[in-house]
């Protein structure tokens, strides 16, 4: 059985990446960055209180998100999230945001962020971190294909052989 576990090129670049920002000149720079990569799959938005709404239309496997923001803060978008998703789901979360301080960087792991970046973006990093968030996206998922086939496999009991002596090892 020659199963793949690790996504492939094409796999990583067919993801689906949303991009939730208020300041326009880093979603063209997060989307310039993208599309040199060649991703294509990427959606954005400048207004967070249509996070849920998109998220939920887009099923996006990685978010790709600021902190601070009018109207509704990148805490308050990654507690909406967390309480909509199912159990055992997976949604890698890399926060890029201009405040990178040792403070808001646990508080914005504590919230349920999987990664983070400081501002201004090195386009080099935030493409290793994307690569490295999608394939954990892509293993966990594999994983629990697996779990799912040999959950649906029939119990099969090991029994040994007798031994010369007739006894079981």
């Known amino acids: 059985m020659n199963v793949q576990l690790f996504p492939d090129e094409q796999q990583l670049c067919a993801a689906k990446i949303l991009i ?3 300041e326009e ?3 063209r720079v997060l989307q310039w960055t993208l599309r040199v990569a060649k991703f294509a799959n990427v959606r954005s938005l400048t207004d967070p209180t249509r996070t849920l709404e998109i998220f939920q ?16 803060d990148g805490f308050a978008i990654l507690k909406q999230l967390r309480e909509t998703m199912r159990t055992g789901d997976f949604l890698p979360v890399l926060v890029l ?6 403070e808001t960087r646990s508080q914005a792991m504590a919230a349920g962020a999987s990664d983070f970046l400081g501002k201004p973006l090195d386009c080099t990093e ?11 996206r892509f293993l966990h998922q594999r994983a629990l ?3 799912k086939q040999l959950e649906a496999r029939p119990a099969v009991r090991e ?6 002596t007739g006894r079981k090892p």
């Open 20 to 22: 939730v920002d208020d």
């Open 25 to 27: 000149a880093d979603i």
């Open 57 to 72: 239309q887009f099923q996006p496997d990685l978010l790709l998100l600021d902190l601070f923001m009018p109207k509704l």
């Open 97 to 102: 945001t201009g405040f990178d301080t040792a």
């Open 126 to 136: 935030v493409m290793l971190r994307i690569r490295n968030l999608l394939q954990t």
């Open 145 to 147: 294909e697996m779990q």
């Open 159 to 164: 029994t040994s052989p007798p031994t010369s």
